[in-house]
């Protein structure tokens, strides 16, 4: 990608074969003193270093966007969408480059970073450009005192955002995307796992006419640089997605300011499949459901619920479909599954497996039933087979934890009352699917179910314009056109009287 700023430098003699990146901040690339190393996830080998940054640089950081605040929040939302309009124009025509990137890094298949995670965080710059210029505001005239009420919105500052490692630029820019559109500038925080291609878009930046400290990025880990960012008492409004175990500390160490939070969190996502679903479209887009992007999706289908006059039959198609699903490098086309994100986490999701054989469950396929083939150059990668789990109480860690792997349970029903009971029995309530043809059904489980998304006949169909979030432990607050709008600007009632 053509640079428009200082190109990072890297000490070939010390790292000959490594990518160092640098935090950018004030429009500038800034050499970081230390740094953490990042792993490829198909090789297990180091390919990149990523500055270990703290409280030093995420000040700096706040104050570039502090003093681009005031000429930023002043540019017209047709100015502000023209320039992200361009932004999404140069990621787009780096899409390869951004697509292999995001792959090398996280351990997706370039086919999904092509296909999904690039595409989609050019759509997301491009959507809030047009949303931000046809908001309206409310207003309100009472005739007996002749006053007029109405409403003006405002972007509240400097808006600190942290980011996961699953969808690295996807949820990054589902973020910086709202938040400037709406006259923020912006602190952001990638996952210090995955921060190549958040570090990539900051090249075009300027390109694209993003002024000087509108965008920041500090690149490091939570307990530093998220904190730092978190604690930062000019920085009153965090959005953040990662896990519920972060977000608690978000909320502890957030209270003394008073700060606007966003907390877009965990899932553990049931598929309530009824005996008059279409058997051969259902089992096809829930083995997609639960194995996509290795199963690292909060979105993804972790409990299946089928009901007993169906449960062989869809188990028997289900188990061959899901053996099917190919786990290769990356650079494969023909993989539907890359490698985990990281050697521990792969320790940890198949800690399950291991957890759900001593409680008597049985694995119908996956890890410790067939044999996982990689070429050589990925045999320490951090790989695993799409793993189908039976006999699993609902009180088993299988059922009540996020695993976020590929690892899915299935689990037979009797009524529509003990399904919704079963869906609903978690402390997760971020999304759900239902499979049926009886209209009323739809309309009665979906009420009944305790999620903020219900998906009927299919999953993961994104309208963009309407909200998205969970209840419970899944989060707080919803993220769209409107709840995005209403959540980076604040809201100020004006009344005047005749």
């Given amino acids: 990608i053509p640079a428009n700023t200082r190109q990072p430098q890297l ?12 935090n950018f901040i004030g429009g500038k690339f800034v050499p ?74 996280q351990g997706k298949t370039v086919t999904f970073a092509r296909t999904v995670d690039i595409p989609r965080s050019v759509y997301n710059f491009r959507f809030f450009a047009s949303s931000i210029k ?37 949820l990054l820019t589902w973020k910086i995307a709202p938040a400037i559109a709406c006259g923020n500038t912006i602190v952001a925080k990638p996952s210090e796992m995955t921060s190549v291609t958040a570090w990539m878009m900051c090249k075009l930046l300027s390109e694209a006419g993003v002024p000087s400290g509108v965008v920041n990025i500090v690149f490091g880990t939570g307990p530093k640089a998220g ?31 008073y700060k606007k939070l966003s907390l877009e969190l965990g899932g553990k996502n049931p598929a309530i499949i009824f005996e008059d679903a279409n058997l051969e479209e259902c089992v096809n887009t829930t083995v997609r459901s639960s194995f996509s992007n290795q199963g690292e999706i909060c979105l993804c289908t972790s409990r299946i619920y089928v009901q007993k006059t169906i449960y062989k ?23 539907c599954m890359g490698a985990l994100i990281s050697e521990n986490h792969l320790a940890k999701v198949r800690s399950y497996v291991r957890k759900a054989l001593e409680e008597g469950a049985t694995i119908l396929c996956g890890e410790g039933v067939d044999i996982l083939e990689v070429p050589p150059e990925n045999t320490h990668g951090y790989f ?38 079963k869906a609903n029995g978690v402390k997760y309530g971020l999304a759900a699917t239902v ?22 006949n299919c999953w993961l169909i994104r309208d ?35």
């Fill in 384 to 421: 695993m087979l799409a793993t189908v789990v039976t006999m699993v109480k609902e009180e088993s860690c299988c059922i009540q934890e996020e695993i976020f792997g590929p690892l899915t349970c299935v689990v037979p029903f009797d009524t529509e009352e003990e399904a919704i009971e």
């Fill in 435 to 456: 499979w049926t043809k009886d209209v009323g059904r739809v309309h009665r489980v979906a009420k009944k179910l305790q999620t903020g998304l219900v998906w009927t």
């Fill in 227 to 257: 904190e730092a960012l978190v604690c930062h008492p000019e920085v009153p409004i965090i959005s953040f997605t990662g896990s519920t175990v972060t977000a608690q500390r978000i909320i502890e160490k957030s209270a003394p300011f």
């Fill in 11 to 22: 000490n070939m003699e010390e790292q000959p074969n490594l990518l160092v990146l640098e």
């Fill in 32 to 105: 970081s003193k230390s740094h953490i190393n990042s792993y490829d996830p198909s090789t297990g080998q180091i390919y990149c270093k990523v500055p270990d940054s703290g409280k030093e640089e995420v000040d700096a950081a706040v104050a570039a966007a502090k003093a681009a605040f005031p000429s930023w929040s002043a540019k017209s939302p047709q100015e502000r969408s023209a320039i992200m309009c361009k932004l999404a124009d140069l990621i787009e025509s780096h899409m390869e480059e951004f697509a292999l990137a995001e792959s090398k890094d």
């Fill in 134 to 170: 046809h908001h309206t505001t409310e207003c309100t005239h009472m005739d007996n005192i002749d006053c007029m009420h109405y409403t003006v919105r405002s972007p509240i500052g400097v808006a600190g955002l942290i980011s996961p490692w699953n969808l690295p630029l996807y």
């Fill in 313 to 335: 039959e869809f188990l028997k198609m289900f188990v061959a479909a899901s053996k099917e699903w190919k786990v290769g490098a990356p650079s494969d086309p023909t993989a």
């Fill in 464 to 498: 963009l314009n309407l909200p998205f979030g969970g209840m419970k432990a899944s989060g707080l607050g919803r993220e769209g056109a409107k709840d995005s709008y209403d959540f980076f600007t604040e809201v100020k009632t004006v009344t005047i009287k005749h």
